[in-house]
């Protein structure tokens, strides 16, 4: 019998090291060693070579950019058009941050810079390596064909939430939490009549499900953007723009695993969760009721607990504070009715995170 996950965990996950510096990769290696296995390369034509042989045996690669006979960049370059970048996480080595745009176009998945930081090493390296193992866990489940189970889809999916949260803000996103204001805000639209037949349609159950997955396209958005502290310029910008397509793709890989009707809602929930009302949101920029009714019920949710929960970039919002920003968002961000219906039962949802 298969043994979902034994290939993704059991063993001891290999890191390739590739610099021309023999200093530099000794420094890196013992970073890591107590870890992971790791393999070293001087130079990129040797890193390929060591890639293309087995790139089954490589979970993840440390590559630095300035290289003689064939830079970090040419190496990057080669595996993108291969699709092994896809596969593998690449983290690029660098001692500026000039080659950033490039780099992330050509797949790289995050940057280390010199002099090297231990822990940032240890962390950014840990924090890849868990985003790998979940994104092959999910392709196990497709793989192997298992039983079209909910249960099954709904752990797998909850796994990635909190993957996703603990990577981009230091604490796990509270699964519970999201689904119960859902839960509170769905039950008060239904109360008050509203959008009856399109929730029902969907299925309860389906959107509360859906809820706490609308980010998992940011496993694709590189940490040094998600952690960053000052805003962010109009190419980092479009890069996390890109999570609602990317986690809306996610989603599709695993229509073999959950009925369609619950993919379907998930995948809506991923691509339009960002869009807004008045049209100025995004990926399509779409406006009112084109925007999935599930989509406009978790806008609102998503971003209520995004702003009543601490960042490490600014404090949590007091409820009330929270509140009125809603509020104030109604007919612009969010749906107007629905927002009605939010805010007649604030009380309710703020005592969920009392």
């Not at 490589?58 to 300035?66: C, E």
């Not at 699964?175 to 929730?199: A, G, H, V």
């Not at 009330?320 to 612009?332: M, T, V």
């Amino acid at each position: 019998m298969h043994e979902l996950g034994r290939g993704v965990f059991m063993d001891r996950q290999r890191i390739l090291v590739v610099d021309d510096s023999e200093f530099n990769r000794k420094i890196l290696v013992g970073v890591l060693e107590d870890e992971y296995d790791t393999i070293e390369a001087s130079n990129g034509l040797e890193a390929l070579d060591i890639i293309n042989k087995n790139p089954s045996t490589i979970s993840l690669v440390l590559l630095d950019i300035l290289m003689p006979e064939m830079t970090g960049l040419e190496v990057l370059r080669i595996l993108n058009d291969t699709g092994i970048s896809s596969l593998i996480p690449i983290i690029l080595i660098t001692a500026a941050d000039t080659e950033e745009e490039y780099g992330l176009n050509l797949g790289a998945v995050d940057f280390i810079t010199k002099p090297f930081d231990p822990n940032v090493v240890k962390t950014r390296v840990k924090n890849h390596m868990k985003l790998k193992n979940a994104r092959d866990m999910l392709e196990e489940l497709v793989s192997f064909n298992m039983d079209r189970s909910e249960n099954i889809w709904e752990a797998t999916i909850e796994m990635l939430a909190n993957i996703i949260e603990f990577r981009s803000f230091d604490n796990f996103k509270n699964y519970d939490k999201i689904k119960k204001i859902t839960r509170i805000l769905i039950d008060k639209l239904l109360q008050m009549d509203m959008y009856t037949n399109e929730i029902n349609s969907i299925g309860i159950n389906n959107i509360l499900t859906a809820a706490p997955v609308c980010d998992i396209g940011k496993i694709f958005v590189p940490e040094h953007i998600l952690f960053k502290k000052g805003q962010l310029t109009d190419d980092e910008f479009e890069i996390v723009k890109k999570h609602t397509i990317n986690g809306a793709n996610v989603i599709k890989k695993c229509l073999i695993v959950a009925s369609e009707k619950y993919i379907k809602c998930c995948e809506e929930v991923c691509l339009y969760h960002h869009e807004n009302w008045n049209g100025t949101g995004y990926p399509k920029c779409i406006s009112g009721n084109e925007i999935p009714i599930s989509a406009r019920i978790v806008a609102i949710t998503d971003v209520f607990d995004a702003l009543v929960t601490g960042r490490p970039y600014r404090e949590a919002y007091p409820m009330a504070k929270a509140i009125k920003l809603i509020n104030d968002s109604a007919g612009k961000e969010f749906d107007p009715l629905i927002v009605n219906a939010f805010i007649q039962v604030a009380d309710k949802i703020c005592e969920v995170y009392s």
